[in-house]
Nanobody
Framework: QVQLVESGGGLVHPGGSLRLSCTASEFSLDDYTIGWFRQAPGKAREGVSYITSQNSTYYISPVKGRFTISRANTENTVYLQMNSLKPGDTAVYYC??????????????WGQGTQVTVSS
């Protein structure tokens, strides 16, 4: 099964920054809506940010103004730049693709996830 690959997670202090990467080797990400999701321990997976094939972007309220999603087409990569990180951002972050829908069930090719921990 074709999967996306996430990277870039780590341990960071509150107020710090991380940049997550989502890549694929078997298809072009340009053709899909790419979503970043996160799942904290004991909580449901939630969508965090999306970028459509037309490069429209969406963010959930808690991350607006702090996170930026973007494409690097020549690298077949979608980035999630996360600034001003808070302990509440601690979670495993996943990326996935859809043909346009923004519901979680519209997304496929989930990666294995990358851990983001924000702690002092």
């Amino acid at each position: 099964q074709v999967q996306l690959v996430e990277s870039g997670g780590g341990l960071v202090h509150p107020g710090g920054s991380l940049r997550l990467s989502c890549t694929a080797s078997e298809f072009s990400l340009d053709d899909y809506t790419i979503g970043w999701f996160r799942q904290a321990p004991g909580k449901a997976r939630e969508g965090v940010s999306y970028i459509t094939s037309q490069n429209s972007t969406y963010y959930i309220s808690p991350v607006k103004g702090r996170f930026t999603i973007s494409r690097a087409n020549t690298e077949n990569t979608v980035y999630l730049q996360m600034n001003s990180l808070k302990p509440g951002d601690t979670a495993v972050y996943y990326c996935a693709k859809s043909l346009g829908g923004l519901r979680t069930l519209d997304f496929t090719s989930w990666g294995q996830g990358t851990q983001v921990t924000v702690s002092s």
